[in-house]
């Protein structure tokens, strides 16, 4: 089945500067990337996502890069800000059969 | 309601105890899954529905575990003897088609004593 590792688990930035997390995946046959941000006792939300047939995605702060000869996906958030605190978690889903596989986390502090 | 709706959103049952979590999804929503959620780690898939058939149950940890979505909309996610374990945040999400993009609920914080 598919495994996605997830990096770095913890990361503390300081206001205005960027942060990256970054995910790898074994599975070819994954196809659809999401990112969600998930606040303490809310559920996940997504912020982004990518499918195979593209490199980069970007949403204003937010971007995603996909590699798929290394199989491995990044998100990258420009201008943090302290409301940018969360846990991200990564995905690899392959929509043709399978199941989404979640990283088991990043929690991002920004401090102000 | 505009998102995916969860209930209760705590439960506290004794070992052996049958539980029962409901998922009222977005309506207009075709698919819906469940995943289970242990502290400090990312969801893990349990199952997924596309309307109201069970496409595949292969995240489900036992045969204790049981989920059904009669009519395509309201799934509920059943737990008979409960063991400790079992202690989780459980997520349901829907989407319109397929397994993207899935929108979360708040989740169930299952605890067993």
């Known amino acids: 089945g598919e495994n996605v590792e997830q990096h770095p688990s913890t990361l503390s930035v300081q206001e205005g500067d960027s942060a990256v997390i970054k995910c790898t995946y074994s599975d070819s046959a994954s196809n659809y990337f999401p990112w969600y941000k998930q606040e303490l006792g809310k559920g996940p939300q997504l912020i982004i996502d990518?499918?195979?047939?593209?490199g980069e995605k970007k949403d204003q702060r937010i971007a995603v890069t996909l590699n798929k000869t290394a199989k491995h996906f990044s998100l990258h958030i420009t201008e943090t800000q302290p409301e940018d605190s969360a846990v991200y978690f990564c995905?690899?889903?392959?929509?043709?059969?399978?199941?989404?596989?979640f990283g088991d986390g990043t929690t991002l502090t920004v401090k102000p | 309601g505009a998102g995916v709706s969860q209930s209760p959103r705590y439960k506290v049952a004794k070992r052996g105890q049958d539980v029962a979590l409901r998922c009222d999804p977005i309506s207009g929503h075709v698919s819906l899954f469940w995943y289970q959620q242990a502290l400090g780690q990312g969801p893990e898939f349990l199952t997924y529905f596309q309307n109201e058939a069970q496409l595949d149950k292969s995240g489900l940890p036992s045969d204790r575990f049981f989920a059904e979505r009669p009519e395509g909309s309201v799934s509920t996610l059943k737990i008979q003897r409960t063991q400790q374990e079992d202690s989780a945040v459980y997520l349901c999400a829907s989407s319109y088609a397929g397994f993207q993009p899935q929108h979360f609920g708040d989740g169930t914080r299952l605890s067993i004593l």
């Open positions: 990518i499918r195979s047939n593209v």
């Open positions: 995905a690899a889903t392959n929509t043709n059969a399978g199941k989404s596989t």
